[in-house]
């Protein structure tokens, strides 16, 4: 492993990691970045109107971290931490911060954006070499998104013995937080794409020509998380998505007739537009269903 300081936080490197196919957005990134405070990052946004540079640098995107249950005292492990747009509110609510990401240009991203954060470490390698260097446990884990190269994750089995592990590295009564698209999500019936894959009716045929699966529906989670013996497993249900959460529903406060209308929220690519979600979900809403269709969920588990 190699020692790399940026500002006030380290990059633990695996060598192994650091050569990686160049994209230009990235390295674009990853410039501006270095030379340019956050107070320029929606100046930057609105002169390059693309995914990758809204995804990776648009504040909705904490949106969903802001919910989460973290203390001032807390010590987080967050897997897949790209170039830190969550990494950011995490730093800003808990003591400290240890990601886990396998890219090194994302990672550089994440140090620079975040350089004057005292209590981040970034360790450059996938979940199976860093575990070695995880020898302190955490009270919060947080996976956002299932899509992280970083995560040994091929199929259900592999789901739930990551879960595991990570299980063993929680403090008493610490919380894991994971937020995935539901792959009966209402849009895709409605006409999206799959978000990894680009293609139509992905996760509604159960990613059958993906490598593994980015979503899950909400019956097949409960039945992988009944594996761990959780104290409590809590869902949430991000509107529209996880990705730009600006509504976060619960089994207790469920949304309302109307609420949801910004269904055509769909910034990567283009869709078609099969029916009116919005006449859709208030159907559902008024017959419990909207739970099962959710386009995304965040769930909390207790240990």
């Known amino acids: ?10 990059l633990i490197i695996d060598s192994k990691f650091k050569f990686e196919k160049k994209e230009f957005w990235l390295d674009e990134l990853l410039e501006f970045v270095k030379n340019y405070s956050k ?5 930057y946004l609105s002169s390059h109107p693309n995914w990758n540079v809204l ?3 648009s504040k909705l995107r904490q949106n969903i971290i802001f919910s989460c249950d973290i203390g001032k005292n807390d010590k987080v492990l967050e897997l897949g931490s790209e170039c ?5 509110t995490l730093c800003q609510k808990a003591n400290s911060v240890t990601c886990v990401e396998t890219s090194f240009t994302k990672s550089l991203v994440n140090a620079y954006r975040n350089n004057n954060n005292t209590n981040l470490k970034i360790f450059v390698t996938d979940y199976n070499n860093a575990k070695k260097y995880l020898q302190e446990k955490y009270n919060v884990i947080a996976i956002i998104g299932l899509k992280h190269n970083c995560l040994p994750i091929k199929n259900d089995d592999d789901f739930k013995h990551l879960l595991k592990a990570l299980f063993d590295l929680l403090e008493a009564e610490g919380k894991i937080y994971i937020a995935f698209e539901n792959r009966l999500g209402l849009k895709y019936f409605a006409g999206c794409r799959e978000d990894i894959s680009g293609l139509f009716n992905e ?16 019956e097949e989670i409960e039945k992988i998380l009944s594996y761990l013996g959780a104290q409590k497993i809590n869902f949430f249900y991000p509107y529209p998505n996880y990705q730009f959460c600006n509504s976060l529903y619960s089994d207790e406060y469920l949304p309302k007739i ?6 055509t929220f769909n910034l990567d690519m283009d869709r078609y537009v099969f029916f009116d979600e919005r006449k859709v979900f208030d159907s559902l809403i008024t017959t419990n269903y909207f739970k099962i269709f959710s386009n995304s969920f965040l769930v909390e588990i207790i240990k």
């Open 1 to 10: 492993m190699e020692l790399l300081k940026i500002g006030a936080n380290s």
């Open 39 to 43: 107070d320029y990052y929606e100046k």
């Open 55 to 57: 995804y990776n640098l």
């Open 84 to 88: 830190g747009v969550i990494t950011e």
């Open 203 to 218: 996760g509604l045929y159960g990613y059958e020509n993906s490598p593994r699966k980015y979503g899950y529906a909400k």
């Open 258 to 263: 109307g609420e949801l209308s910004r269904n």
